[in-house]
């Protein structure tokens, strides 16, 4: 099989508004797990490029790295992504059957940055992919395998709403049941609560990357173990995600920062070094120039986070932490998921 086209790819990185944390396993097999998320202005983008010379050629432009394999040369790459896509794609869509093509991709927030960032860019190399193939996958196939390859395959540690978020876009209230059973509910949140809520939001980057797998596992630990406090904390941010649906549909943004202080006292009992200094510093920054609550995006320990403002006080807000070190701005929301086209 040759194509003859590019083909492009993109998917939408996400903020985790409410109940990050309990779509991993096992607290979601147990108890069952409920995120609410939004995606925003900011992609993993992935192009698929013919080649005459049926070799294969991964290139991440944004971290610099690229890698040419020849025809049946073994795949040991370095951009594990990129290999365990195109692995796990030509193995079940292709018969086994290599296809020469480059792989170029780039990303609008680095690694770890608590965005849901390597997830979307699977959710993106899973898409170009199927348009590649012609392999016949809507939206909760491409969410389910992304997290195959990346969880299983791969063995990367993390939960399941990121590939969710990437590959369907918009307001999502998305429960996580047991037998890998997913459930995404859009939300219809009116054009003005949207504007509202778009208006209130800031997010800043720390400045500061992280690997999330050692929280990650530290709070898995805890589930495994019924630790009372990461138990306890976990099924704190279930009932937030709950009722910060329900705040957010009414539009209540004061409610909604409400919960989200909250949610970041509890999110930071499931393990530790969720939080560090720099980011207690920049939340304490945060409030004291307008903010009406903050938290970290993502598993914690660096990255971005994301904070509730009137709008009003939201240029003074995005100042104060610019000021501070960190890379603050207004955040756009997104209302389509993963998209793939030929050019």
């Known amino acids: 099989m040759t194509f003859t086209r590019k083909i492009r790819a993109r998917a939408p990185l996400r903020l985790g508004l409410a109940g990050g944390g309990t779509d991993l396993s096992p607290y979601c097999d147990d ?18 490029l013919p080649r005459d010379d049926d070799r294969v050629v991964f290139e991440a432009d944004d971290i610099g790295v690229s890698e040419a394999f020849e025809p049946n040369a073994p795949l040991h790459a370095e951009l594990v992504l990129h290999r365990g896509v195109y692995e796990r794609m030509i193995r079940d869509y292709n018969g086994g059957r290599r296809i020469g093509m480059t792989i170029k991709t ?53 939960g399941r709403q990121d590939q969710y978020a990437a590959a369907f876009g918009g307001i999502n209230y998305i429960e996580f049941l047991q037998n890998d059973r997913v459930i995404v509910n859009p939300l219809r949140v009116s054009d003005a609560i949207c504007n509202e809520l778009e208006s209130s939001l800031v997010v800043c980057f720390s ?29 704190k941010l279930k009932a937030d995600a709950a009722e910060m649906k329900r705040a957010l ?84 929301l997104t209302h389509r998921g993963c998209e793939t086209w030929r050019y």
């Open 31 to 48: 108890f069952g797990g409920a995120v609410l998320n939004a995606t925003i202005d900011r992609y993993a983008f992935a192009s698929f």
């Open 106 to 158: 780039t990303v609008d927030a680095p690694a770890g940055s608590g965005l849901g960032s390597s997830s979307a860019l699977v959710v993106a190399l899973v898409n170009g992919m199927r348009s590649v193939l012609g392999a016949p996958l809507g939206d909760y196939d491409i969410a389910h395998l992304a997290y195959e390859i990346e969880r299983i395959d791969l063995g990367l540690s993390g």
């Open 207 to 235: 400045g500061r990357s992280r690997s999330s797998a050692a929280i990650i596992d530290q709070q898995t630990a805890g589930m495994k173990t019924a630790n009372h406090d990461t138990m306890a904390a976990m099924h």
């Open 249 to 332: 549909l009414v539009g209540d943004i004061d409610a909604m920062a409400e919960i989200l202080n909250a949610s970041w006292k509890a999110k930071k009992a499931t393990a530790q070094g969720v939080s560090t200094g720099a980011l207690d510093q920049l939340f304490d920054i945060a409030m004291a120039n307008g903010a009406l609550a903050g938290k970290v995006s993502g598993a914690g320990g660096g990255g971005f986070m994301f904070f509730l403002v009137h709008p009003e006080n939201r240029h003074r807000l995005i100042q104060s932490l610019d000021q501070a070190g960190g890379q603050a701005s207004p955040a756009k």
